[in-house]
């Protein structure tokens, strides 16, 4: 006969004697137990209160955790304000009076069915997405080598047409497009990690409630803390941008020149990309703005006098109120209503600054082309976070990531290009179309405006083009919007200031035809905005839509509702 210790058993065994099978269980030791080894499981440990129970009726006795705050008391209560067990000294003293509380079993169930319905979460939803959003990621990876062999082809055929002298200069070329591929996938790569790593700390969770709402030790479920609220937040959708081999014919010897480039690469990162698994109306649905009409007559809700001497910059920081800028180095904010003045802020240089908005955080930020710096203004104090040395920053403005997109010109003025900025370091750069050709035009003004539409297009006024130029998250070109016709006073079209709305219009300063354009997210016109205004320049739009136009040399900045 096998020894049934050793043996293969589909029965559970006592856990004293280990041979008999299990018929008593003691809920306070949670020790099994036959019926002959009950007396030895009581004489083992007198001092404690052992409550044997049939097998069957196991983990039905609560164990109350015991009192931190007074000794040899248990806790039977709980305090919903407090969310802790607490013992009937506990309600009597001073630190909960006046709270809600409740049987503590009744608090036990409410927590029970909290985990049931959270796990039930992580298990069909959350979790199922984050493997989703893994195998996203994973197939992003092999499509980019596949696109990245691609390019390195490209550049090879390209290569053999300049025979030997061009050999090393093809070869750089490949480095480079190596670096990029790797760059990329190891950002991708360390994306993937921190998916699976969070994907394992779901399991986690899940394992931890299942224990929590399988146990009847009340201290061990009250340690439990859920991080569902945390997992709901996807992560953000790394979405690689690839560089773009620009062939050229040969020109003499001008080989540097003439054999070609790669446009720069860029990885963005879109937190609306990845949705969660469900059934219910999507978030992003929820999220949408509601349908806004034109009005037919735009009307002007207030004037606020600044005191410039020239005024050309205004960012909203609130419904309330509104930061300025023009000549001399103050920047004033001014409460919208109230027309007073509660703050202004020195430029740490002293010079005019070039352009302002206001950041994801509620900080200012501003350029100053003479001094090569992008600043930042954090409780009335100045940092800086970005020095160039070869380029002038000229417009600014905030993305919805958080990041910061320059529009800047280069020392000698002949170039102009776009850089977009994860606190001070570089992501993207946008300077060049599909064919080479530069995107936007040197300007002799240090003002330059630019901005992000709600569908993360980039739009930049270029007054020396006459024309806003828009592209999208990856740099590519849109479209040009070139003015409408007939213009308010037929004069030529000159954008300036840009901003946009929660309906995607893009709506830029004509200050010749002293109006502004509306335009949708695709370039077409769709009226024009005078309400006499004067000279106007920077624009911005609050939260309900509400248009705020700097005016240069009456000094004022006009609050104009446009939107039903």
Not at 16 to 25: A, F, G, K, P, S
Not at 47 to 53: E, F, G, Q
Not at 239 to 265: D, M, V, Y
Not at 364 to 383: A, G, H, M, P, S
């Amino acid at each position: 006969m096998m020894d049934p210790r050793t043996s293969a058993q589909d029965v559970m065994r006592c856990d004293l004697c280990e041979t008999t099978v299990v018929q008593m269980h003691c809920d306070t030791c949670l020790v099994n137990l036959c019926k002959a080894c009950v007396g030895e499981h009581f004489s083992a440990d007198v001092s404690t209160p052992h409550k044997i129970v049939h097998f069957k009726d196991r983990k039905s006795t609560p164990l109350y955790p015991g009192c931190k705050s007074h000794d040899k008391q248990q806790c039977i209560m709980h305090c919903n304000q407090c969310d802790i067990p607490v013992c009937h000294k506990c309600i009597a003293s001073d630190r909960h009076l006046g709270h809600k509380v409740s049987e503590i079993l009744k608090a036990v169930d409410e927590k029970k069915n909290k985990f049931i319905k959270e796990q039930t979460e992580l298990n069909e939803t959350i979790y199922p997405t984050y493997q989703d959003i893994a195998s996203d990621v994973q197939n992003r990876m092999s499509q980019l080598e596949k696109e990245y062999g691609d390019l390195s082809t490209a550049i090879t055929k390209h290569g053999e047409d300049w025979h030997r002298e061009i050999d090393k200069l093809v070869k750089k070329l490949k480095a480079e497009v190596d670096e990029m591929k790797n760059t990329q996938l190891q950002t991708l790569q360390k994306h993937l990690d921190e998916i699976n790593k969070t994907m394992s700390d779901i399991k986690d969770e899940i394992n931890s409630m299942e224990i929590a709402t399988d146990t009847n030790d009340l201290s061990r479920l009250f340690s439990v803390t859920s991080n569902v609220h945390v997992y709901r937040n996807l992560p953000h959708k790394i979405i690689p941008s690839l560089p773009k081999f620009i062939p050229r014919k040969i020109q003499g010897e001008e080989l540097n020149k003439t054999f070609g480039a790669l446009s720069s690469s860029s990885l963005t990162s879109d937190k609306h990309s990845y949705s969660m698994k469900t059934t219910q109306k999507s978030s992003e649905a929820e999220s949408s703005p509601p349908v806004k009409q034109l009005l037919d007559e735009p009307e002007t809700v207030t004037t606020i006098d600044t005191g410039y001497g020239n005024l050309y910059n205004v960012a909203c920081l609130s419904d309330e109120e509104i930061w300025t800028s023009g000549t001399g180095s103050t920047m004033k904010l001014f409460s919208i209503n109230q027309g007073s003045l509660p703050k202004s802020i020195t430029t740490k240089s002293g010079n005019w600054p070039s352009n302002i908005a206001v950041i994801k955080s509620g900080d200012l930020v501003y350029t100053d082309n003479d001094d090569r710096t992008v600043n930042i203004v954090k409780n009335e104090k100045i940092e800086e976070v970005i020095r160039l040395k070869k380029w002038r920053p000229k417009g600014v403005c905030s993305t919805s990531s958080g990041d910061l997109l320059v529009i800047m010109e280069s020392n000698d003025h002949k170039q102009t290009k776009v850089v977009c900025y994860s606190g001070s370091t570089e992501k993207q750069t946008i300077q060049f179309d599909d064919k080479g050709k530069p995107l936007y035009s040197p300007s002799p003004h240090f003002l330059r405006y630019i901005t992000e539409n709600r569908n993360l297009d980039i739009c930049v006024s270029d007054d020396r083009a006459k024309a806003v130029v828009v592209v999208n998250q990856a740099g590519k070109l849109r479209f040009r919007y070139t003015g409408h016709t007939p213009a308010p006073i037929n004069e030529s079209f000159n954008p300036l200031g840009i901003t946009t709305d929660s309906q995607s219009h893009i709506l830029t300063v004509d200050c010749y035809n002293y109006c502004v354009h509306i335009i949708d997210q695709d370039g077409q016109f769709l009226r024009y905005i005078d309400c006499g205004l004067s000279d106007p320049l920077g624009l911005c739009t609050d939260t309900h839509d509400n248009l705020f136009v700097a005016q240069r040399y009456i000094k004022q900045v006009k609050k104009i509702k446009y939107l039903q």
